[in-house]
């Protein structure tokens, strides 16, 4: 399974961005798809993700600014991000736990990380 983030860049606080991710390959069935960040000298962490069935989890500094969306048809997830803050610069990763066939043991796929900086 490959993952293609794109959608990242430059923008000021109080701006927004809207990143997206496809997946592709061989794929039997995706169970949830979402995104995460890690900025430099953190550790990678949770911004939000979604099941198949539509249930949504967020990190705590991001509820009620970002919202994450998937389109199950494209094996796609969005993630739009409003009020940003330089705080939520980092390095922001699609992630998706897939299996490939259907006796395949589900697994965690990574993209390949694009880059969020908020200029204050």
């Known amino acids: 399974v490959q993952l293609q983030a794109s959608g990242g860049g430059l923008v000021q606080a109080g701006g927004s961005l809207r990143l997206s991710c496809a997946a592709s390959?061989?794929?039997?069935?995706?169970?949830?798809m979402g995104w995460y960040r890690q900025a430099p000298g953190k550790q990678r962490e949770l911004v939000a993700k979604?099941?198949?069935?539509?249930?949504?989890n967020y990190g705590d500094s991001v509820k009620g600014r970002f919202t994450i969306s998937r389109d199950n048809d494209k094996n796609a997830v969005f993630l739009q991000m409003e009020s940003l803050q330089p705080e939520d610069t980092a390095v922001y990763y699609c992630?998706?736990?897939?299996?490939?066939?259907?006796?395949?043991?589900?697994?965690?796929?990574w993209g390949q990380g694009t880059e969020v900086t908020v200029s204050s």
């Open positions: 992630n998706c736990n897939a299996k490939t066939t259907r006796f395949a043991a589900d697994r965690d796929y």
């Open positions: 390959g061989r794929i039997f069935r995706i169970n949830a």
């Open positions: 979604v099941t198949t069935g539509e249930n949504t």
